[in-house]
């Protein structure tokens, strides 16, 4: 069974652009959520898609947002960038994202902005 | 709130010794906790977790926790480290009450084996 995909898997952009990041969750999962790692505040959680819906946001400015498609694939967007958006970006994906499933992660896609 | 705590940043260990990666919790309802293990520059990977029932849960590569709801832990255990052991190891919980919860995840914990 093939894992969480994200792409890319490495990024370079300069301050003011916008970026779009993918994830393909494990088939048959339709809980997506996003987190941003970064040195100093470790682990953030951005956001949880379900069946096209969001049902779960983090604390972030409105330039953060995202999406996820019918086949439960999902996109990231970062509007406006700035320095401190560098970080890695991990989605996970569950089946059901029920209080007591685990959560499998992608690799991540480190995103540099310049 | 939910809230997960490791309170220590690094713990070093000497290979063939046994283990201990500390978290606490807080939660206002029964809390589902999760440990994930991370290597460099790859995502996280699911170790374990306790949901419900037995205290003492089993998880992969010989790692176990233990959970403690007098004392509001859950420690990462392993009774002989090996090198290939070091890494980074999250903590992270969600709230069984109040609907859908996000996770919570601490600041992670450094593990370094010392051969």
């Known amino acids: 069974k093939a894992g969480v995909t994200q792409t890319p898997r490495y990024l370079i952009k300069t301050r003011g652009q916008q970026v779009t990041l993918s994830c393909s969750p494990i088939?048959?999962?339709?809980?997506v959520s996003w987190y941003q790692q970064t040195p100093g505040q470790g682990l953030q959680f951005l956001f949880e898609?379900?069946?096209?819906?969001?049902?779960n946001k983090g604390n972030f400015p409105g330039r953060f947002s995202g999406r996820q498609f019918s086949n439960s694939r999902s996109e990231m967007n970062v509007s406006t960038l700035e320095l401190g958006d560098s970080a890695l970006y991990l989605c996970?994906?569950?089946?059901?994202?029920?209080?007591?499933?685990?959560?499998?992660f992608g690799q991540g896609t480190r995103l540099t902005v310049v | 709130a939910q809230s997960v705590a490791q309170p220590e940043d690094q713990v070093n260990v000497a290979e063939g010794n046994p283990l201990t990666v500390k978290c606490t919790y807080s939660?206002?309802?029964?809390?589902?906790l999760f440990w994930y293990v991370q290597y460099p520059n790859r995502g996280l990977q699911f170790l374990l977790k306790?949901?419900?029932?037995?205290?003492l849960v089993k998880g992969s590569y010989g790692f176990e926790a233990e959970f403690n709801k007098s004392q509001t832990s859950f420690h990462l255990k392993k009774p002989s480290a090996l090198v290939s052991d070091s890494a980074l190891y999250f903590c992270?919980?969600?709230?069984?009450?109040?609907?859908?919860?996000?996770?919570?995840f601490g600041t992670g914990t450094k593990l370094q084996v010392i051969p």
């Open positions: 996970a994906s569950s089946t059901a994202g029920t209080a007591n499933t685990e959560a499998f």
């Open positions: 088939s048959g999962h339709r809980s």
């Open positions: 898609y379900f069946s096209e819906t969001q049902r």
């Open positions: 939660v206002s309802g029964n809390p589902y």
């Open positions: 306790y949901i419900t029932g037995d205290n």
């Open positions: 992270a919980v969600r709230d069984g009450v109040g609907g859908y919860q996000k996770v919570t």
